[in-house]
């Protein structure tokens, strides 16, 4: 008896390890589906990076590369990314950059964490405060959200516009939790999220409007 169970936690334990094993992935432009962004690969910073503009009009919050052939449920999105408002940007870009995480196929659903890097030391205490950003596709848009419920999906974080920043965002069922450069502390905490938790899909790599991105290290550990 005592021999069966050891097997089975052995046996537990080593599909556990299976199921949680982490993918580095190395971001390629052949490898990613833009919506309402330009994709192309560049050294940035002494890194390899996956670049992503916009420039002109965008029609809603699909704004992003889709990373093909990922499944994701609950786990981790590791990268490093950096975000400034790019050469054509209005006086309101920010430099947004950040994961899109359970990205239906169609792109008709998503959860989105993001930051705001100029917001990062700015002289506004508000401006500040608004340094990073969680929204969900459709219904969610930023404007609802902090209308409706202020500062709950907004939080501060110091960071600097152009320069490399890791992110790592934690998901399982329908909280998720937003690490920013290697804190122990979550920056930002969701705990329910708007298309519910047992929404499945893609990961996708996002900006937004007036903003020059750059993407690299990305890693995804499953956990289910």
Known sequence: MIRKKLLRALVLSVFTCFLSKAQK?????????????????????????????IKGEVTNEKTLALLK??????????????????????ETARGFVGIAFRVAKDISKMEV????????????QVRRNHSTQYISWPGYPWEKLRKETPEKYEAYVDMVPGEWTKVKVEVKGETAKLYVNGASQPTLIVNDLKQGGNLRGGIGLWIGPGTLGHFTDLKITKED
């Open 25 to 53: 992935i190395t971001l390629k432009a052949a490898d990613v589906v833009p919506s309402q962004v330009t994709v192309k690969e560049a050294k940035y910073k002494n890194k390899n990076a996956l670049v992503l503009d």
């Open 113 to 124: 964490f993001y930051l705001r890097p100029t917001n990062g030391r700015a002289d506004d």
């Open 69 to 90: 052939n990922i499944d994701f449920h609950n786990g981790t999105i590791e990268a490093t990314i950096s975000g400034q408002p790019n050469s054509t940007a209005s």
